[in-house]
């Protein structure tokens, strides 16, 4: 913003990774070796090496992902004003009934040989769940209770230089503290950096660039330092690693540094072309080298403008995002980036532009990749205020820790160029009365106060009292989430010029089921504890996507939506939070195992411009139900398509703008089932057939298809592939409703990961080499070992033919 209340909100690019290893300064990230009980431990332990009882880990490390499942963890009677709830009622499964409440102690030891007089020694998390209480040596040195922040401690005072040093973190999470699973542990990187006490403050620079033109780009360095007598050396590299600038500077402004450096015709920045240059810093003591850091950023402009929304690098451009929450399915909260890239690879293909993390604090990972893969980011922060959701949510701490908590958020990740906007919440109770918008204020001016660049945003759902009472009219950006039927009042009371869909659609499925009749429906339950994959259900808040999309096609002032939600999750199995077993979403566009369900290919349909999407449902096996109806849907990019059954034509359907449904879908609503082969002819504009698809009822199961996202994975012990399990009849068509138990082996240079099959009533527990399919399908997950080499997976259900794939390893 070039002011506080500017309605042209202009936010300059920035990345950042993070800072290497140099000679000034090192970095050991704890991953390795550490020691994790889930219990209670007394202080007298501390300093102790080995205590009986004690297990192996690595770091990322979620303790309740293993489970089991059971419906009475954190069963919550509770009134959920957010759905519309008149009365309190029980729900399990509300934080996917995994062993997440309790304590967990960690332990690691670990050495600092370069460490000595004159240095410091910071410790720091990228996450922990939660209430963490760190120790170095026995002294306690700090704590951070909330679970999605980011935080760290000096330790210099703490630590013994060249000897061993004890690491101690004590996490608890309390029941009644989440409305969806929050894992369990810690869940984020550690790292110890140890650099030289004249040094550039952690999380203390700041780049933007706040001219962009063509033929030169400004690009903004502000730098906070410990020390006097300093000069700044910057050199800014291309991708290649080429200086195409470099600038010093001996002025400090009491601890701040500022340079601006010029780049002649710079490479932009956007979601298609994600161009990231570096900065070199280097700190001097007069002669001699103190420290030194690499900061990749990108150049770009955004400004925000009204009744248009979103212009990037010029170009009006609107969010077609997703809400992700953070656990990775069956791998549980434990970050891990290759699981992280294959969901935004999947999000890509859709046509997916924008993410929006939901309703926590992202993963370092998590935005590197989106600066490298031109993902637009939304970063939010909390889902509670001062107001509570549940008895032990952030509400215990926000008065405490909100800023703080707010200040390492902006300063952490500032700097990563696809963050465009901040949230500072998500649907809080505070939206009603005087003091919430004082504390949306408060907040804001947080935001303002720490990145002046980039405008905030809160995700609203109670959308008619924030017109009445101020709260909308505050923010840079008014969110709502879902209340279309208040988009036009909303835009004609609110100043800003443009609105956002914060939240859109919460459309229910599950892939692979479809329900009959087919028709529109809220809430609706079957006795399976499944939703069907047409398309046409809902939650009582909340809409099918055709709504959305209407809003998007004909309002300028609509700047776009995140869709609720890219992907399944754990916990909040709507509409069945009262039943069990049922312990994860079925909100996602991709199910719990990233398999697209029908709705993908609907999104990708308007989202994807550059390639074909032609995609038939339901699946074409209904034994007894012969010669009744059984409508058919196809989603493609193209406006009109024929559609065949066994050869004989059901007629040609054109999207329309008459209904709501026939904006985007093509529908055959009196088909007769009958034993086959679907087949489907798309027509370009000139009404020439230019793309077909079929499908046929499949035979009984016969063997196994297996097939790698990817094939070649990095031998670090930590990358993933992931193989898609296809049940299939002697001719290789998919079984679509087959549920053979599958069992798993891996040898060589790999192991066993996980498996899902995205069934979100399934009690199987995803570290077991074993599984149902379900719709015909589940995604094995394998690992790779610090050797290189090659690693076959080999799957094997009863009555059918085993097949085995083979993933190369190799070093980096």
């Given at each position: 913003m070039k002011s506080l209340f500017s309605l042209f909100i202009i936010l300059f690019l920035f990345s950042a990774c993070a800072e290497t290893d140099n000679e000034t300064r090192s970095k050991q990230t704890l991953e390795k070796d550490w020691k994790f009980i889930n219990q209670e431990v007394t202080d007298a332990q501390l300093p102790a090496t080995a205590v009986d009882g004690w297990e192996d880990v690595k770091v990322p490390h979620d303790w309740a992902i293993k489970g089991p499942f059971d419906k009475q963890i954190d069963a919550q009677k509770v009134r959920v004003a957010q759905d519309m709830e008149d009365e309190a009622r029980l729900r399990t499964g509300r934080t996917g009934a995994l062993p997440h409440i309790g304590i967990g102690w960690y332990r690691k030891t670990f050495e600092l040989p370069d460490f000595g007089p004159g240095k410091k020694a910071l410790l720091v998390f990228d996450g922990a769940m939660s209430n963490a209480e760190v120790y170095i040596n026995g002294e306690k040195v700090g704590n951070r209770p909330y679970g999605y922040s980011y935080f760290y401690f000096d330790i210099s005072d703490f630590v013994n230089a060249g000897e061993e040093n004890l690491l101690a973190v004590r996490l608890e999470n309390k029941e009644s503290s989440s409305r969806w699973y929050p894992g369990a542990g810690i869940y984020r990187k550690v790292q110890i950096i140890v650099k030289d006490e004249v040094n550039f403050k952690q999380w203390g620079t700041f780049i933007t660039t706040p001219f962009v033109s063509n033929e030169l780009a400004q690009v903004n360095l502000k730098a906070e330092v410990n020390g006097s007598n300093i000069n700044v050396v910057t050199e800014i590299r291309d991708a290649e690693g080429n200086i195409v600038a470099t600038?010093?500077?001996?002025?400090?402004?009491?601890?701040?540094?500022?340079?601006?450096?010029?780049?002649?015709?710079?490479?932009?920045?956007?979601?298609?072309?994600?161009?990231?240059?570096?900065?070199?810093?280097?700190?001097?003591?007069?002669?001699?080298?103190?420290?030194?850091?690499?900061?990749?950023?990108?150049?770009?402009?955004?400004?925000?403008?009204?009744?248009?929304?979103?212009?990037?690098?010029?170009?009006?451009?609107?969010?077609?995002?997703?809400?992700?929450?953070h656990d990775l399915?069956?791998?549980?909260?434990?970050?891990?980036?290759?699981?992280?890239?294959?969901?935004?690879?999947?999000?890509?293909?859709?046509?997916?532009?924008?993410?929006?993390?939901?309703?926590?604090?992202?993963?370092?990972?998590?935005?590197?990749?989106?600066?490298?893969?031109?993902?637009?980011?939304?970063?939010?922060?909390?889902?509670?205020?001062?107001?509570?959701?549940?008895?032990?949510?952030?509400?215990?701490?926000?008065?405490?820790?909100?800023?703080?908590?707010?200040?390492?958020l902006v300063r952490a990740t500032r700097n990563h160029p696809s963050i465009v906007m901040w949230s500072s919440g998500n649907e809080v109770p505070d939206q009603w009365g005087t003091e919430g918008v004082k504390l949306a204020k408060w907040l804001q001016d947080i935001f303002h106060r720490e990145d002046p660049t980039r405008p905030v945003t809160v995700g609203m759902d109670q959308v008619g009292n924030t017109l009445k009472n101020g709260f909308g009219a505050i923010m840079d950006i008014p969110g709502l989430n879902y209340r279309l039927h208040l988009y036009d009042e909303a835009y004609e009371r609110f100043p800003q010029g443009f609105i956002l869909g914060s939240e859109t659609a919460s459309t229910v499925s599950s892939r692979g089921i479809y329900k009959f009749p087919v028709e529109q429906a809220k809430m609706k339950r079957y006795d399976d504890f499944q939703s069907s994959s047409y398309d046409l259900e809902a939650c009582s808040w909340s809409n099918i996507p055709d709504e959305d999309f209407y809003w998007q096609d004909n309002f300028d002032w609509v700047i776009g939506e995140f869709v609720w939600t890219g992907f399944d999750y754990l916990g909040e199995p709507t509409p069945y939070n009262e039943a069990w077993p049922s312990r994860s979403s079925y909100f996602g566009i991709c199910d719990l195992a990233g398999l697209p369900k029908d709705?993908?290919?609907?999104?990708?349909?308007?989202?994807?411009?550059?390639?074909?999407?032609?995609?038939?449902?339901?699946?074409?096996?209904?034994?007894?139900?012969e010669g009744e109806t059984t409508p058919v849907f196809v989603y493609t990019?193209?406006?009109?398509?024929?559609?065949?059954?066994?050869?004989?034509?059901?007629?040609?359907?054109?999207?329309?703008?008459?209904?709501?449904?026939?904006?985007?879908?093509?529908?055959?609503?009196?088909?007769?089932?009958?034993?086959?082969?679907?087949?489907?002819?798309?027509?370009?504009?000139?009404?020439?057939a230019v793309a077909e698809q079929e499908i046929r009822t499949a035979g009984a199961p016969h063997h196994l298809q297996l097939s790698a996202d990817r094939d070649e994975i990095t031998a670090n012990g930590n990358d993933l592939s992931y193989i898609t399990v296809s049940v299939v009849d002697e001719d290789g068509n998919i079984?679509?409703?087959?549920?053979?138990?599958?069992?798993?082996?891996?040898?060589?240079?790999?192991?066993?990961?996980?498996?899902?099959?995205?069934?979100?009533?399934?009690?199987?527990?995803?570290?077991?080499?074993?599984?149902?399919?379900?719709?015909?399908?589940?995604?094995?997950?394998?690992?790779?070992?610090?050797?290189?080499?090659?690693?076959?997976?080999?799957?094997?259900?009863?009555?059918?033919?085993?097949?085995?794939?083979?993933?190369?390893?190799?070093?980096?």
């Open positions: 600038n010093t500077t001996d002025e400090v402004f009491g601890t701040k540094t500022e340079q601006n450096i010029a780049i002649p015709n710079p490479k932009l920045w956007d979601t298609e072309s994600p161009y990231l240059y570096t900065a070199n810093m280097k700190l001097y003591k007069g002669n001699t080298l103190k420290d030194e850091q690499n900061i990749r950023f990108g150049v770009r402009s955004v400004v925000y403008e009204r009744g248009k929304g979103l212009v990037l690098n010029g170009k009006v451009t609107k969010f077609k995002g997703v809400c992700l929450h399915g069956p791998l549980g909260a434990a970050v891990n980036k290759a699981a992280l890239k294959r969901q935004l690879t999947i999000l890509k293909d859709m046509g997916c532009n924008a993410i929006r993390s939901s309703h926590n604090m992202p993963s370092m990972e998590q935005l590197e990749l989106c600066d490298e893969m031109g993902f637009l980011f939304l970063a939010e922060s909390f889902d509670e205020w001062a107001k509570p959701k549940v008895e032990n949510g952030y509400n215990l701490y926000f008065n405490d820790w909100a800023e703080k908590d707010v200040v390492n709705r993908y290919y609907l999104y990708r349909s308007r989202w994807n411009t550059e390639d074909e999407t032609l995609h038939i449902l339901p699946h074409w096996n209904w034994e007894g139900r990019n193209y406006n009109s398509a024929e559609l065949f059954v066994n050869g004989k034509s059901q007629g040609v359907q054109k999207k329309s703008k008459e209904t709501l449904l026939n904006r985007n879908r093509l529908m055959w609503m009196d088909v007769k089932y009958e034993p086959g082969t679907v087949k489907v002819v798309a027509f370009d504009n000139n009404g020439n079984c679509p409703t087959a549920t053979n138990q599958l069992n798993f082996k891996v040898s060589g240079a790999g192991k066993y990961k996980a498996v899902c099959n995205g069934d979100a009533t399934s009690l199987e527990l995803f570290h077991l080499p074993t599984m149902k399919a379900f719709s015909g399908k589940l995604v094995v997950t394998v690992q790779s070992v610090e050797e290189a080499g090659e690693m076959q997976l080999e799957v094997s259900g009863e009555g059918l033919e085993p097949a085995t794939i083979s993933i190369k390893t190799k070093q980096i």
